[in-house]
T-cell receptor, first 112, second 114 residues
Framework: QKEVEQNSGPLSVPEGAIASLNCTYS??????FFWYRQYSGKSPELIMS????GDKEDGRFTAQLNKASQYVSLLIRDSQPSDSATYLC????????????FGSGTRLLVRP | SAVISQKPSRDICQRGTSLTIQCQVD?????MFWYRQQPGQSLTLIAT?????????ESGFVIDKFPISRPNLTFSTLTVSNMSPEDSSIYLC???????????FGSGTQLSVL
């Protein structure tokens, strides 16, 4: 079992719709979670972080965390073609390592 | 957020040679890491670069193949030694910003081994 799992997609949504990206993790010691966006040929860019159960909103993005279910999600409202990218979920252990483990990423395609 | 400069941005190398990748951060950081991203894959952590001491390697990565230095808080190098075509990948330097503890990435080094 991978430590962080994501559906590889592609997830295709029409412009203006809500895109929902999901992630599960296996390590209950994980305490911080991150969503990165990666355009083709570019390095990952941090878009959201979430540390406690519930929702966290930032503009068109909402991250959701449920530690009991070991589940993290990212909602993108009013999706734009420029949101088309691969979205990487990452989990961080708060032990001495502080390292992030990444999922395989979900490719999102927003159709004009 | 921290700005991370990484060079070279790309290189084409011959089998059996070595390449050193440099990473410079423009602000205070706590941790520095090196990741590899193979074509169509996600990021795999190679090692944590420790200031002034030996790096901490992940399973499957060894110091002889991927020696890492971090002589000060804001600079690190990764060497890919005795390269083979299987080492063709993108290598990414990353650092945790000391002000917000978030992880940022350099622009990456695209390595092709012939």
């Amino acid at each position: 079992q991978k430590e962080v799992e994501q559906n590889s997609g592609p997830l295709s949504v029409p412009e203006g719709a809500i895109a929902s990206l999901n992630c599960t993790y296996s390590d209950r010691g994980s305490q911080s979670f991150f969503w990165y966006r990666q355009y083709s040929g570019k390095s990952p860019e941090l878009i959201m972080s979430i540390y406690s159960n519930g929702d966290k909103e930032d503009g068109r993005f909402t991250a959701q965390l449920n530690k009991a279910s070991q589940y993290v999600s990212l909602l993108i409202r009013d999706s734009q073609p420029s949101d088309s990218a691969t979205y990487l979920c990452a989990a961080e252990r708060k032990d001495s390592s502080y390292k992030l483990i990444f999922g395989s990423g979900t490719r999102l395609l927003v159709r004009p | 957020s921290a700005v991370i400069s990484q060079k070279p941005s790309r290189d084409i190398c011959q089998r059996g040679t070595s390449l050193t990748i440099q990473c410079q951060v423009d602000s205070q950081v706590t941790m520095m890491f090196w990741y590899r991203q193979q074509p169509g894959q996600s990021l795999t952590l190679i090692a944590t670069a420790n200031q002034g001491s030996e790096a901490t390697y992940e399973s499957g990565f060894v110091i002889d193949k991927f020696p890492i230095s971090r002589p000060n808080l804001t600079f690190s190098t990764l060497t890919v030694s005795n390269m083979s075509p299987e080492d063709s990948s993108i290598y990414l330097c990353s650092a945790k910003d000391a002000t917000n503890e978030k992880l940022f990435f350099g622009s990456g080094t695209q390595l092709s081994v012939l």
